[in-house]
C-alpha cells in the first residue's frame, strides 16, 4: 500500500493528471454519424466537451477511457488511440496557427496605425491653411487610432478568446491515452 500512495505522490509531483471517462462501447467515443472506420472517422463533440472540461485546471493529462472487459478488442484500440492523436495534433497546429495569424495581423494594423497617426503629426505641424490638408490630418488622425487600437484588440482579446482552446489541444496532444476494462 505505501509502494501505490509513494506512486500516486509521484505522479502527482510532476502535475499529472488523470481523466477517466466511462464508456459503454468505443461508439461514444465518435460521431454517430460518421459511418467510416474508427481510424477516420469524427469524433463526438460530447466526448471533446467532457474531456474539455475535465481537463480545464488541469496542466498534465492522462486520459483512461474505460470499457467493459467483453467488448475489448486490441485492434480497435490502436486505431482509435491512433485517431485520438491525429485528431488532437491536427487541432493544436491549426490553433498555433491560426493565433499567430491573428497576432501577425494586429501587429500589421497597430504599425499601420501608427504610421497614419506620424503622418497626420506631420500634416499638422505644416500649418497649412488648405482644406484637403486638414482633411487628409483629421482621417489619418481617426484612421490611426482606429487601426492601432483595432490590432491591439485583435493580439490581446482575439487571441486571449482562443488560448483556452489552444492550451486544451496542447494537453491532449501531449496526453498519454490508455484503455482499461471495467
Known sequence: MKKRLKRVKKREGFGLSEISIL????????????PRPYHQK???????????????DKEKLELKLL?????????HERDIKKRLKE???????????EIRKIKNRGW???????????????????????IFI?????????GGWFTGW????????TVGNKTADFEFY??????KISFVHY
Open 23 to 34: 464508456l459503454s462501447n468505443y461508439e461514444e467515443i465518435f460521431s454517430d454519424f460518421d
Open 42 to 56: 469524427a469524433l463526438s463533440v460530447d466526448f471533446l466537451q467532457e474531456i474539455k472540461r475535465a481537463s480545464y
Open 87 to 97: 485528431h488532437f495534433k491536427k487541432h493544436y497546429l491549426l490553433m498555433g496557427k
Open 170 to 175: 496542447r494537453k491532449t496532444y501531449k496526453c
Open 67 to 75: 470499457v467493459p472487459k467483453k467488448t475489448r478488442h486490441l485492434v
Open 108 to 130: 500589421i494594423f497597430v504599425f499601420l496605425g501608427l504610421v497614419m497617426i506620424t503622418a497626420a503629426s506631420i500634416l499638422s505641424s505644416l500649418g497649412s491653411s488648405k
Open 134 to 142: 486638414h482633411f487628409v490630418t483629421v482621417l489619418f488622425e481617426a
Open 150 to 157: 483595432t490590432g491591439l484588440d485583435q493580439i490581446y482579446y
